[in-house]
T-cell receptor
Framework: GAGVSQSPRYKVAKRGQDVALRCDPI?????LFWYQQALGQGPEFLTYFQNEAQLDKSGLPSDRFFAERPEGSVSTLKIQRTQQEDSAVYLC?????????????FGPGTRLTVL | AQSVTQPDIHITVSEGASLELRCNYS??????LFWYVQSPGQGLQLLLKYFSGDTLVQGIKGFEAEFKRSQSSFNLRKPSVHWSDAAEYFC????????????FGAGTTVTVRA
């Protein structure tokens, strides 16, 4: 399809497990964003890539969170040693332009539940 | 840092009635303003955005929003809602000095009754 896709759509992890969440942005989109959306809240910015460069990771809540986009297309958000407070929907968005001036197109999200 | 407030957590409206969702922001300068809609199981979809110019912005699905600098508001309106408008709506703010980072409000859930 032409939109942003994310996989898996649902992930259940036991506390302490590592998880990897994948984002396939719209082909050719320069900018890629990760957000965390807790239940009943709006999305919170996690990190921003421009091509393969991670320009801002100020929103990552701890050093257990790591994101990469090695070839400037697909991105992976990895969470190590998951905790219950990591339970949330993780949203990926891409934009064809640098910065927010381009419309951000969002994927359906990955719902992570940590038991 | 900028912040966004959506005062109404939940609104119920009858089909065919008008809808207005409130959004207030806190930021020293004119921000970039957005409204997104999120249907269950779907990603966020951009309804409209304001960067500059005309303060009344038209969007998709018959929505419009008005930027009022004096009130630090960017309220979303629709003259006649359809059952398919039932969803969660998010207002978001971006700032010119850090132009890729959006700050979202907590959202307003809209229920449409027949």
């Amino acid at each position: 399809g032409a939109g942003v896709s994310q996989s898996p759509r649902y992930k259940v992890a036991k506390r302490g497990q590592d998880v990897a969440l994948r984002c396939d942005p719209i082909s050719g989109h320069v900018s890629l964003f990760w957000y965390q959306q807790a239940l009943g809240q709006g999305p919170e910015f996690l990190t921003y890539f421009q091509n393969e460069a991670q320009l801002d990771k100020s929103g990552l809540p701890s050093d257990r969170f790591f994101a990469e986009r090695p070839e400037g297309s697909v991105s992976t958000l990895k969470i190590q040693r998951t905790q219950q407070e990591d339970s949330a929907v993780y949203l990926c968005a891409s934009s064809g332009q640098r910065g927010r001036t381009g419309t951000q197109y969002f994927g359906p999200g990955t719902r992570l539940t940590v038991l | 840092a900028q912040s966004v407030t959506q005062p109404d957590i939940h609104i119920t409206v009858s089909e065919g009635a008008s809808l207005e969702l409130r959004c207030n922001y806190s930021y020293g300068a004119t921000p970039y303003l957005f409204w997104y809609v999120q249907s269950p199981g779907q990603g966020l979809q951009l309804l409209l955005k304001y960067f500059s110019g005309d303060t009344l912005v038209q969007g998709i699905k018959g929505f419009e929003a008005e930027f009022k600098r004096s009130q630090s508001s960017f309220n979303l309106r629709k003259p006649s809602v359809h059952w398919s408008d039932a969803a969660e709506y998010f207002c978001a703010v971006g700032v010119r000095s850090n132009d890729y980072k959006l700050s979202f409000g907590a959202g307003t859930t809209v229920t449409v009754r027949a």
